[in-house]
């Protein structure tokens, strides 16, 4: 029999594929499910219990969390990546990690396919395949949801005639956890006009009383919170659980997928959204003009070619060379106030504070240059523009 590496998650589509893999396509499966961050030991031990009774030949449990922070996640910290100035790229950037992790496994034990089970509207597939194609060439790629075309309807049908029945209240949301955010999709999100209920997301609003924390960063990288240094994994998985009863961080993001039709996705993502924001004032108080300039310029590409599954492409190791390079003085912390449904980043202290009152203060006074400075400057600084309006506007 032919080995099949299927990415697997316990949820309906790969439950599906699990049992078509085997009874119809005669493949001996090997599930993995690749964990960055978003599953909790008791449901790793869960999706394993159901991978073994869904028939799997056997069933591994990759941890990519680290990796996923260091190859990934921190520089979406450094360039501050908000696709369409709204989405963390919380799933995107998690595909890419997965299918890695995947085509080295599939690799490591000599499988001759790989199963996924992307439907065939969304962005996953063209992750994962293009990823797949790069990095294990020559291994058949299966996809049984989109090959089929099957509905949801469809699918808990076949895997009831099978004896392995599915709720329809569970795969009424499509929800996907992770270290950098939680995303959920269902009716609603398919419409234009329409508004996750309260019920659709994973976690309920609770907190009411404001807080303030703290986040220290090094080098740019988020390495303690409240004064406590627990490294970035752990600062993002606090700050998340901290954050998230507020409600901060949820909302919709409407982007134009890889495929060129238009797709609205619901998301939770309170660490990522305040981690982000955090960054960035402290690099506004930190990093020069120009700095802050060509980084907005280059980390646009950047967000958008992850979301497209380019990661393997030489230009992005270029790119983080330069964002790592920008990083060298932000360094501080940052102080942030927690509401429902909003937060407030109140300022930043750090020794590499460019707002340096010993060179002057904005609006009252100056300390490094004279009156008579400015005015020459400002002759100087406008020349070519009086000379264009003084040979232009003659009458």
Known sequence: MKKVVLAFSGGLDTSFCCIYLAKDLGL???????????????????????????????????DETTDYYQDTIKYLIFGNVLKNATYPLSV?????????????????????CIAHGSTGAGNDQVRFDMIFNTLV??????????DLKLSREAEIEYLAQHGFPYSAEKAKYSINKGLWGTSVGGA???????????????????????????????????????????????VIQ?????????????????????IGIKGRVGFEAAGPIILVKAHHTLEKHTLTKWQLAWKDQ?????????????????????????????????TGRVIVELHPYRF????????????????????????GYTGDDVKGFSKIFGNQTNIWHKVNNKG
């Open 188 to 234: 609603e999100t398919l419409t234009s006009n329409q508004y996750l209920p309260d019920s659709a997301w994973p976690t309920p609003v609770t907190a009411t009383d404001p807080q303030t924390i703290s986040i220290d960063f090094e080098k740019g990288e988020p390495i303690g919170l409240n004064g406590n240094k627990i490294g970035a994994v752990a």
């Open 238 to 258: 606090q700050l998340q659980e901290l954050a998230q009863p507020y409600g901060i961080g949820r909302d919709i993001h409407v982007g134009d997928t890889i």
């Open 298 to 330: 280059i980390t646009g590409f950047y967000g958008n070619w992850m979301h497209e599954g380019q990661m393997h492409d030489p230009v992005m190791r270029d790119i983080e060379a330069f964002l790592t390079s920008s990083q060298e003085t932000v």
């Open 137 to 146: 060439p020559g291994v058949e790629i299966i996809t049984p949801i989109r």
């Open 344 to 367: 407030i980043v109140v300022g930043i202290e750090s020794k590499h504070d460019l707002m340096n009152n010993e060179f002057g203060s904005y609006g009252e006074m100056n300390e």
């Open 28 to 62: 001996e499966v090997h599930s993995v499910v690749v964990n960055t961050g978003g599953f909790s030991a008791e449901e790793i031990e869960n999706i394993e219990i159901r991978a073994y009774e869904l028939g799997v030949k056997s069933h591994t449990t990759i």
């Open 92 to 112: 995107s950037a998690e595909r890419v990690c997965q299918a890695t992790a995947i085509a080295n496994y599939a690799n490591k034990i000599g499988a001759s």
